[in-house]
């Protein structure tokens, strides 16, 4: 009957056994730890890759605004640079900062360029702006800058922080709706 030998064996447990079982945990947590360090590393990378291409931007109207203001001209080059450098702002910043640049910024260009006689001349001729002009054109700037402080940090809450804040909000909300 060897196989009812089989049922009585005791098998005596050493440290080996113990350190082989507590291995596989171990390397399990081990292997998370360093998937969630590598996902950090990778969510900081986009941060600053979104910084760097924000602060592109930013500059690019900033430098826009300047040339217009302390150059008192605007060739038609850097009218070019200024919308290639400034595409897909909405998709970089969002739509509301994207909508003041046309609107306040732009239009205010094309309205100094074309009016009659030209405030700005896309030739290298020095005009003068204008006392209300240039007022409006730095109160602009300064309102850009205020929209944007916002995006250019590079500190920006993580997704699971933003998750997080936006569970919360519908949290409360579903309570208010319940009372």
């Known amino acids: 009957m060897p196989f009812e030998n089989l049922l009585n064996i005791s098998v005596q ?22 998937g969630y360090r590598q996902w950090r590393t990778e969510e900081t990378k986009l941060r600053h890759e979104l910084f760097e291409r924000r602060y592109k931007q930013f500059d690019a109207v900033v430098k826009f605004i300047n040339s217009i203001l302390y150059e008192d001209n605007m060739t038609n080059d850097g009218l070019m640079k200024f919308l290639s450098k400034t595409e897909g702002m909405n998709f ?11 609107k306040h910024i732009f239009k205010l260009y094309m309205e100094l360029r074309n009016s009659d006689p030209p405030l700005i001349s896309p030739f290298d001729e020095k005009i003068d702006l204008g006392k209300n002009h240039r007022t409006e054109l730095e109160r602009n ?5 205020e929209k944007t402080l916002k995006y250019m940090q590079l500190e920006q809450p993580s997704l699971p922080k933003k998750l ?16």
């Open 141 to 145: 700037l300064q309102k850009f800058t």
């Open 13 to 34: 447990k050493d440290w080996v056994d113990y350190l082989s079982a507590m291995l596989t945990p171990t390397v399990a947590i081990f292997g998370l730890y360093i």
């Open 164 to 179: 997080w804040q936006h569970l919360a909000a519908l949290w409360e909300k579903i309570q208010k709706a319940a009372e």
């Open 92 to 102: 970089i910043f969002d739509e509301e900062i994207d909508q003041f640049i046309d």
